[in-house]
């Protein structure tokens, strides 16, 4: 996680000051981006080694994704009350959004 990653999630905290579920649905879409951000890249070392490349296990790593990514927006469909599905999105988008535009900036320097 870089200091952006982190300053953005401390920022989007303050949203439980405009209604809790703003904020609990960022907070629950930031620790799911991060996990799955935080374990891709180590899955995806050890899945894509052409020595040793499976069909079979990528297609389950790519279904295990979508499970991880379909939890919090289940959650938050069953309990909008509590967890707001548009901040859950928002965490999601923010995150892949910066992950572009951080690799864009290092393969230009």
């Known amino acids: 996680m870089t200091k952006l990653h982190f300053t953005l999630i401390i920022l ?3 949203l439980f000051f405009w209604d809790i579920s703003y904020g609990v649905g960022w907070l629950i879409g930031w620790l799911f981006a ?4 935080q374990y891709r890249e180590k899955l995806l070392d050890h899945l894509i ?4 490349f499976s069909v079979t296990k990528y297609i389950a790593y790519l279904f295990g994704v979508v499970i991880w990514i379909a939890i919090p927006f289940l959650i938050s469909f069953l309990l909008p009350d509590y967890i707001n599905p548009i901040f859950v999105f928002l965490a999601f988008f923010v995150d892949r959004a910066l992950m572009f535009i ?6 230009e320097t």
Not at 34 to 37: K, P, S, T
Not at 102 to 107: N, Q
């Open 49 to 52: 080694d052409f020595d040793n």
């Open 12 to 14: 989007g905290s303050a």
């Open 102 to 107: 951080m690799r864009s900036i290092r393969k």
């Open 34 to 37: 991060g996990l799955l951000r």
